[in-house]
T-cell receptor, first 111, second 112 residues
């Protein structure tokens, strides 16, 4: 079964709006990462947040982590058409780093 | 120009045929991974290797085989035992000191 589950499965917004996607997981983690995948391409790393962190920023990206609720959110502010992609969360736990990926959120940003 | 490459971009397999997907990295990473991605699904781990000459099965290893004879290379063979091989295959690598994986552009495997 998937460790991380993204929500919503699909999100459609207008350029300039903010996009929020969520990731829930089931067991304790060391860290959580967000990746982006453009259609038919490989994944690109966006941001990593460790279990002892609550919030991280990178440009227009803001990630939060709530370990008590076993959930994380990714906020993309002032979205652009180029942000259209699928976004995946990946959780890492244990000493041997084998991340577990969710099914992803498909984001469409209309120009 | 450092990175991770996969070839070919598209691969066609006939019934009963074994095919090999190439993955090469010049990032000097010790760990390498193979994932399978089906439409609407997340990434499922096929095999991974933490170091040269060693590899471990992932969640869906049946019908696949790998080798890790060189640090830079981690080829994946899809054997005839894999009855449903049509998917997008992604290779990734990681430095031992980091948690971040770096992905190749993927190979799409189709069955004729």
């Amino acid at each position: 079964s998937q460790q991380g589950e993204e929500d919503p499965q699909a999100l459609s917004i207008q350029e300039g709006e903010n996009a929020t996607m969520n990731c829930s997981y089931k067991t304790s983690i060391n860290n959580l990462q967000w990746y982006r995948q453009n259609s038919g391409r490989g994944l690109v790393h966006l941001i990593l947040i460790r279990s002892n962190e609550r919030e991280k920023h990178s440009g227009r990206l803001r990630v939060t982590l709530d370990t008590s609720k076993k959930s994380s959110s990714l906020l993309i502010t002032a979205s652009r058409a180029a942000d259209t992609a699928s976004y995946f969360c990946a959780t890492g736990s244990g000493g041997s780093y084998i991340p577990t990926f969710g099914r992803g959120t498909s984001l469409i940003v209309h120009p | 120009d450092g990175g991770i490459t996969q070839s070919p971009k598209y691969l066609f397999r006939k019934e009963g045929q074994n095919v090999t997907l190439s993955c090469e990295q010049n990032l000097n990473h010790d760990a390498m991974y193979w994932y399978r991605q089906d439409p609407g699904q997340g990434l499922r781990l096929i095999y991974y290797s933490q170091i040269v000459n060693d590899f471990q099965k992932g969640d869906i290893a049946e019908g696949y085989s790998v080798s890790r004879e060189k640090k830079e290379s981690f080829p994946l063979t899809v054997t005839s035992a894999q009855k449903n091989p049509t998917a997008f295959y992604l290779c990734a690598s990681r430095a031992t000191s980091e948690e971040t994986q770096y992905f190749g552009p993927g190979t799409r495997l189709l069955v004729l």
